[in-house]
């Protein structure tokens, strides 16, 4: 079992390597008849390719999808539908330098993967990192982008509430700043501070990490399962699957060990429209494995970029120790691309509920 495949109805393996020709996507599972075009996939690629500020990896990539099976062209010549078959969708690379990774080819990079894919495999590919690259990524938001289609009137919201120790202040949030500047920051006022403080950490060859929250509103109530199959679980083994992730909280998460029950349990009532309503949502959306009806939040912690140039200590493949720096072109906050990721990893996760909750139980909405 090689391990490249997550989900279960809505089944999506990703293929391809950070310097290989290309890399891409299988999804096994899609209800037939979605329709879609290119475009609706491009614009959640574009939110996460490289190159787009001075903030990450100045690797070129355009990043275009192409949609090579599973689906029927309609006459507009734009639009696609969904035709039940797996779907597959390819993106190429086309900005590789593997030179550049030439010296570390038999030393292992601290913190990074190289040690341990050598230990289970025998081999790594040291060009990027092969599949352990967060290249690999891309395939992911293009899944998700079509995981969207599969239950309308869902949303999934990102943003980045924290680079190192620079918090956002929560009572700024505006959505609609996410996409007005380069950090995907809800808070204008911390842009400049931000700007600032990565300006630093890039001119000194270094990386900071980030936290990254997704918000998926709209979501029913009822999707997930008790024990082995729960919403949050299988939202958190996804966003933990994401290169870097160190840790995943939904709701008030970690925080929840400071309140008292009193606090955070989510008082409910009947609203005007006589369904049930909750007056706060601690429980981030989800109790007991199953979705409540509230907004879904989740929350992931990602590391500092391991590729930095200030020398490190580690050994080569022969033992012998060594001393050594990444050359190459990396994110001083891998976090900062990380946001749409985010939101594609729940995106297919709730797809993916949703499928097998309607198998289950037969409800459609």
């Known amino acids: ?16 390597e950070s310097h290989g020709p290309a890399l891409g996507c299988v999804i096994d599972g899609c209800p037939p008849g979605i329709a879609f075009t290119l475009a609706d996939i491009q614009t959640y ?10 903030f990450v990896t100045q690797r070129r990539e355009a990043d275009e999808v192409k949609v090579l099976s599973g689906v029927l062209p309609q006459e507009d010549g734009v639009t696609f539908i969904t035709t039940g078959t797996p779907i ?25 993967a190289d040690y341990t894919y050598d230990v289970k495999y025998g081999l790594r590919d040291y060009r990027g990192g092969g599949r352990s690259s967060a290249r690999e990524t891309a395939a992911r938001v293009a899944a998700g982008a079509l995981a969207r ?21 929560r009572d700024n949030w505006n959505w609609d700043e996410v996409n007005n500047n380069p950090f995907f920051c809800p808070d204008p006022e911390m842009v400049p501070v931000w700007e600032e403080y990565l300006d630093g950490i890039r001119k000194a060859g270094s990386s900071v990490g980030a936290v990254v929250e997704v918000v998926a509103e709209g979501v029913p109530a009822g999707l997930g399962a008790p024990i082995y199959a729960k919403l ?7 966003l933990m699957s ?16 400071e309140l008292t029950g009193e606090e955070n349990a989510d008082e409910m009532r009947i609203g005007n429209d006589g369904r049930p309503r909750f007056l706060s949502n601690h429980a981030g959306g989800i109790l007991g494995g199953i979705s409540t009806g509230e ?9 500092p970029t391991s590729s930095i140039l200030t020398p490190r200590q580690s050994i080569d493949q022969d033992g012998k120790e060594v001393e050594l720096r990444t ?11 990380a946001v749409p990721i985010g939101e594609a990893m729940v995106a297919c996760t709730v797809a993916d509920h949703y499928l097998r909750d309607r198998g289950q139980t037969g409800r459609l909405d």
């Open 1 to 16: 079992m090689s391990h490249n495949t997550f989900g279960h109805m809505f089944r999506v393996t990703t293929w391809g």
């Open 45 to 54: 690629l574009d939110r996460r390719k490289p190159g787009q500020s001075r």
């Open 88 to 112: 597959s969708m390819m993106i190429e690379n086309t900005d590789q330098r593997s030179k550049d990774y030439g010296e570390i080819a038999r030393q292992y990079r601290p913190g990074h």
């Open 149 to 169: 289609k599969v239950l309308p009137g869902v949303t999934y919201r990102g943003a980045l509430t924290q680079i190192g120790k620079h918090k956002i202040n």
């Open 232 to 238: 949050d679980q299988d939202i958190a083994a996804g």
């Open 242 to 257: 994401i290169n870097a992730v160190k840790g995943v909280e939904i709701g008030e998460g970690f925080n929840s060990a």
């Open 295 to 303: 907004p879904i939040v989740a929350r992931f912690a990602i590391k």
């Open 327 to 337: 050359k190459g072109r990396h994110d001083p906050c891998v976090g900062i691309r």
